[in-house]
């Protein structure tokens, strides 16, 4: 069974960078999608980047040109590059796979960006 682990989380200045990763465990992961997506607190659940296994990319508007999303499929790994950092993208980060069940998804990295 294939788990998602995220990590990389921290507190960052605004305009700063971070970047988190997706870890999985199972030989299925560098077949499937995998994307990343946003909660704050009182806020609806956003949708942030998504790769497939072949690497084609998405993202969503609030985050092109700031955000990139990648995948290392021999490190069973995807990354999320995030540049220009601002308050309101202060959240918990959450990896998933829209083939996987919730349960096999992340449990989330918590980005708080702050001076």
């Known amino acids: 069974q294939v788990q998602l682990v995220e990590s990389g989380g921290g507190l960052v200045q605004p305009g700063g960078s971070l970047t988190l990763s997706c870890s999985a465990s199972?030989?299925?992961?560098?077949?499937?999608?995998v994307g990343w997506f946003r909660q704050a607190p009182g806020k609806e659940r956003e949708l942030l980047a998504s790769i497939t296994n072949d690497g084609t990319t998405d993202y969503a508007n609030s985050v092109k040109g700031r955000f990139t999303i990648s995948r290392d499929n021999a490190k069973n790994t995807v990354y999320l590059q995030m540049n220009s950092l601002k308050p309101e993208d202060t959240a918990v980060y959450h990896c998933?796979?829209?083939?996987?069940?919730?349960?096999?998804w992340g449990k989330g990295t918590l980005v708080t960006v702050s001076l």
């Open positions: 998933y796979s829209p083939i996987l069940a919730v349960e096999s």
């Open positions: 199972g030989n299925i992961f560098n077949r499937i999608v």
